[in-house]
């Protein structure tokens, strides 16, 4: 059982930065393709980034490409999304998740573990 942990919302100016934090619990953790997903109020959870097991490949939506970045340190069993010039559109929560395949995986369905979702607020 993989337990994750979201940290780094908050409330941030249209153009500022934050950086999302997600610790895993397993010390497998380099065996997990991780995600980034997010879920706006009204809408459906959607990917935002992944990354493969091993870190070597990476998936973006169009809308984050070149501001957001993911990125992972087996070291410390945690993925991060750097996000910059963040929009109001990127108000959501945000969700890491785990899937025990090499990905990236861009679908939910694989994703068999979540955390509990970190609030990412920018204002105009």
């Known amino acids: 059982q993989v337990q994750l942990v979201e940290s780094g919302g908050g409330l941030v100016q249209a153009g500022g930065s934050l950086r999302l934090s997600c610790a895993a619990s397993?010390?497998?953790?380099?065996?997990?393709?991780m995600g980034w997903f997010r879920q706006a109020p009204g809408k459906e959870r959607v990917i935002v980034a992944a990354i493969a097991r091993n870190g070597g490949n990476t998936y973006y939506i169009d809308s984050v490409k070149g501001r957001f970045t993911i990125s992972r340190d087996g070291a410390k069993n945690t993925v991060y999304l750097q996000m910059n010039s963040l929009k109001p559109e990127d108000t959501a929560v945000y969700y890491c998740a785990a899937a025990d395949y090499r990905g990236p995986i861009v679908t939910m369905g694989p994703y068999a573990y979540w955390g509990q979702g970190t609030q990412v607020t920018v204002s105009s």
């Open positions: 397993e010390r497998t953790f380099s065996t997990y393709a």
